[in-house]
């Protein structure tokens, strides 16, 4: 029965995820067919945040495992249809059991989610199973597969589900097969058969939104997509109304500029105080006020996180090739508790996380950052993995379509250090001063010691304070207590040939 006819919806309420075959046999070490293209552990992360937003968009959850070596027939018959030859999948064999990482979040189903198993013996998850009956039943009219093999079984249910009449999503960047090459074959055929590849997280833009993913890095980092109100940046959009408002420049480090132009903007007090972030650069630019479009996205953001957002980085990343390296944010001058918070605009980038120490796991996190985001990165994750933007190509995106050239990245902080550019005064909490007129004593006692005294004093701090930047890069077990009493230092402006590893922020 042909389920449907007409354009293809992207409903979520009227399609299901179907997450095919993840299991041991075919990802895990030791598995039957465990060799695949990709990271199993980085596809198993990618799936386990895919069953999580689907579920939050109303889509129906599959779960399809295969048993094999049960079908008695001659062997002429099953050949290309069902798996033959050594054991793979055996029934209650561990082979047969789903892939560790993703045991939770199969239990972890909310109450009230249209979520169930299918057991299959042949390729195709339609075949001799319920698993047509059900969706019908059910009101799916598409179908959106992720899992593995992608030459295999996942091409078998793409060729079924469109005999059926479902419209295929077929995840690129979802599913693996043992070589790229195979993998790469598949996905052409999918496409040939009326198919529509794409990314995964191009399906978080599907319904109304905003969808919520929780379980990236540590602590309560989470990612939320389709966040943003357009109309917060007025008609033009808000990529169009932040482009064209900020006055962009560039930022040095280590003598060079880095691979993409920023901007830093922040709350200024009708004193003149200003925010103040240091980081490791040569010299950082002006803080600016906050923009008009940008003012309105912070206090969206702000109404988001429950907590005040007076800083902000901008970073223009011109095309794919535009990067930034692996790095910590510095939090010297983070208020706490707080959240670092980062907007994409744009073209999507993927945001890389590892962790620092095997206690964390090997694997690497990759989570795309869509158009209208907002990852809300917690302290911990910050302490405990590294986070970089890869350079990328520039030809097409996992749609097979143009990939806008440019990304802003917004990244938002809560600071707790203010500098006055009139005085010289730094106080709060990265600074020995915690009050504006102790500091302000402070600048003034500085500015009566002999210039060459003043200036190896200021070498020095910076020299220690660059040291320590250094220290909270790499260590996971850092405490931020060591930059106690703080520092007046503004930037490296002195310490250029100074060789810091890790990153720009």
């Keep these: 029965m042909d389920v449907r006819a007409g354009a293809p919806s992207r409903d979520p309420a009227r399609t299901a995820l179907l997450i095919i075959d993840m299991q041991n046999d075919f990802l895990a070490e030791g598995g039957a067919f465990s060799k695949r293209h990709c990271d199993p552990h980085q596809l198993a992360q990618t799936v386990a945040w895919l069953a999580r937003a689907a579920r939050a968009q109303g889509r129906v959850v599959v779960w399809v495992t295969s048993v094999y070596g049960e079908i008695d027939a001659a062997p002429d018959a099953l050949r290309g249809q069902t798996h033959t030859g050594s054991a793979c999948c055996a029934r209650g064999t561990w082979g047969a059991e789903l892939f560790p990482a993703l045991v939770p979040v199969r239990a972890e189903r909310p109450a009230g989610t249209a979520e169930w198993h299918v057991e299959k013996r042949w390729y195709s998850a339609f075949r001799e199973t319920e698993l047509h009956a059900r969706l019908a039943q059910a009101g799916v009219t598409g179908v959106v597969l992720c899992g593995v093999a992608t030459n295999v079984c996942v091409l078998a249910a793409a060729r079924d589900a469109r005999r059926l ?43 109304p939104g905003p969808v919520h993913i929780a379980g990236i890095g540590a602590g309560e980092t989470a990612l939320w997509c389709g966040a943003l109100d357009e109309r917060l940046a007025g008609d033009a959009g808000a990529f169009a109304a932040v482009e064209r408002e900020v006055a962009w420049t560039t930022m040095r480090h280590r003598g060079g500029e880095v691979p993409r132009l920023v901007a830093i903007q922040g709350e200024r007090s009708p004193d003149g105080a200003m925010p103040l972030y240091r980081h490791p650069a040569d010299e950082q630019p002006e803080v600016c006020p906050f923009t008009p479009a940008v003012d309105r996205i912070r206090r969206e953001v702000e109404r988001r996180v429950g907590h005040p957002l007076n800083h902000c980085l901008l970073q223009l990343y011109r095309t794919g090739r535009d990067w930034i390296s692996e790095h910590s944010d510095k939090t010297l001058d983070l208020a706490r508790p707080s959240f670092i918070v980062n907007v ?39 302490r405990r993995f590294y986070h970089a933007i890869r350079q990328e190509g520039d030809t097409e995106g996992e749609g097979g379509g143009p990939t806008p050239p440019s990304r802003i990245s917004l990244t938002f902080r809560h600071i707790g250090t203010f500098h006055d550019p009139a005085t010289g005064a730094v106080w709060g909490v990265g600074a020995p001063a915690s009050h504006r007129p102790e500091a302000e004593a402070r600048a003034r006692a500085r500015s009566a010691v002999p210039e060459p005294e003043r200036e190896a004093a200021e070498r020095g701090e ?44």
């Design 165 to 207: 009449g479902y419209d295929v999503d077929i995840l690129g960047d979802a599913t693996a097969a043992g070589t790229a090459g195979k993998h790469a074959v598949a996905l052409r055929e999918i496409e040939g058969l009326g198919g529509r590849r794409r990314s995964w997280a191009d399906l978080l833009s599907d319904g």
């Design 462 to 505: 910076a020299e220690r304070m660059l040291q320590l930047f250094r220290a909270e890069n790499i260590d996971p077990t850092f405490d931020v207590a060591a930059y106690r009493p703080g520092f007046e230092a503004l930037n490296f402006r002195t310490l250029r040939t100074a060789q810091e590893p890790g990153g720009d922020r």
């Design 344 to 382: 994409s605009l744009g073209r999507q980038r993927t945001m890389v996380l590892r962790p620092k120490r095997a206690e964390d796991g090997n694997a690497v996190q990759k989570v795309p950052l869509p158009h209208g985001s907002l990852l809300v990165m917690d302290l911990e994750t910050n």
